[in-house]
């Protein structure tokens, strides 16, 4: 089992104007790979009132502080927060969200040197009856060579089979009096206790 991490005495980043997108995080002195950086607070609503608060149809420019932690609990950092909301996004970020028992922290996932911003991927759910322009909804700035041009996490892509275990799988279940080409999958479902940098539509704000 690994130790449990504990929060810096003293924080670790300030907050300054970003050339990414409004004021953002800097590191005040080296952080370690691994180090945890902060912890994401604010008022814990449910979902039903997180939408009342914010309705993202309605901005012009998506503009909020809210954090899914779970399918019925949100974290809105604009009630009670403090500076991890501040923390920008990136598709080459050096920190990760990681989410412990109910509670949002902020971890290094890479040294991050003196003066260098901190970011993460919100990686927003994408939403099953999203239009074809939810991505320019929430736009992404970051620059980066990694840069998806959106907030939203990656679309998934289906996965493929090569034709070689295709055939033997075929001929696995014709052999066994099964109709040549029809299969069926089971999927095994597997329970996480803890979730890395995946937040909902409504996770950690753009501004």
């Not at 300030?14 to 790979?33: D, L, N, P, V």
């Not at 996932?109 to 322009?133: N, Q, T, V, W």
């Not at 493929?160 to 095994?188: I, Y």
Request: net charge positive; glycine share 10%.
């Amino acid at each position: 089992m690994a130790p449990k991490k504990s929060l810096p005495a003293v924080p670790a980043f300030e907050i300054r104007r970003s050339g990414i997108q409004g004021r953002g995080g800097f590191a005040t002195r080296r952080i370690k790979r691994g180090e945890r950086i902060g912890e994401y607070t604010g008022e814990r609503v449910s979902q039903s009132e997180a939408d009342r608060r914010y309705d993202d149809d309605a901005m012009a420019r998506h503009h909020t502080f809210l954090f899914a932690v779970t399918s019925r609990t949100v974290i809105d950092a604009a009630v009670g927060g403090n500076d991890t909301r501040f923390i920008n996004h990136s598709c080459d970020p050096n920190c990760d969200a990681v989410i412990e028992r109910g509670r949002v922290f902020i971890d290094a996932c890479k040294p991050i040197a003196e003066g260098e911003e901190l970011f993460y991927d919100y990686s927003y759910e994408r939403e099953k009856d999203a239009g074809p322009d939810v991505e320019s909804q929430y736009p992404c700035w970051c620059g980066t060579a990694k840069c998806r041009g959106t907030i939203l996490m990656p679309k998934k892509r289906p996965r493929k089979r090569s034709s070689k275990r295709n055939a033997k799988r075929r001929t696995k279940l014709t052999g066994k009096g099964r109709t040549k080409g029809r299969t069926t999958r089971r999927t095994r479902r597997t329970k996480r206790n803890t979730t890395r940098g995946r937040t909902s539509r409504r996770g950690a704000a753009s501004r």
